[in-house]
């Protein structure tokens, strides 16, 4: 049975910017009380696409949740920018930790966060008590990116990487509509799972350069991608430490969940479950099993 996902902002949920060293605005809401959990969120989404999780766990743990640079309400650049990667973010991610939390917090990534949370996990394994993932693919997926006719499902991430892709999407908030509900249905089990959200989406990628923002992750990915469709993985020299978790939705028509299988070469210490009603977005789609899922594996790390 499918989820009724809540995306009420709390009375308490406070919104702020952290300054970065160079100078970027990275806009951060949080809400809640307890051990830090900062969630990292992927494409197409911003801080809001965590409230149906943050709510339910904001009685015992501070939820933290920014916006990616050239996401949300975090500053953009100006034109597609080949620089904005998973180590870029992930360096932004670390300010982010440091400057909030006190003690380590644990990281929760989603697509393009999963990236995020490896590239930290591979850089700064000690400065965090655990990795939560929902959904994770990994080096080691290599050509399977293509096989079997899955090429057909990310025809998106060579679009991103044209000036046509930002005239066509971006005509006006119609053509925005029509390609970030798309993906929000056509990626999700629960085809309803956005639906009472979808203007705030919307408003949110009709902002000043919030498609070249979102956009500039395809192209700063790109060359790691072509590497990984040739079966040319870039395998890491170790295997990350920090304990870690994965809650994969079964039906994610993206990132697959037969890809579960590759993830213990990329980790020394991992947990992985599967969400039978979800698809990509399990936190949006079963909010409460990823509230479970969230808690029980910080109950185990901070013990």
Known sequence: MCESPSFEIPPNLKQHFLKTIDGRQIHVAEVGKGHPLVFVHGWPEFWKSWLPVANLLKSNYRCIMPCLYGFGLSDKPDEIDS???ADFHASDINFIAKKL???RPILIGHDVGSYVLQSVGHKNPKNYSGLIFFNCPTASVGRDWVNYGHVNEIWYQSFHLTDLAQ?????????IRLYIEYFLKHWSYNKSAFDLVLDDWVENFSQPNALIGGFSWYKSNNEKRIKTLQGDVDMPFNKISTPSAILWGKHDPILKSDWGKFVESH???VFVEY???SGHFVHVEQPELAMKFINQNAQKWLI
């Open 83 to 85: 620089r904005i990667d």
């Open 101 to 103: 939390c006190s003690n």
């Open 167 to 175: 005239q066509l999407v971006g005509f006006n908030q119609h053509t």
């Open 267 to 269: 980790f020394d210490d």
């Open 275 to 277: 969400a039978n009603n």
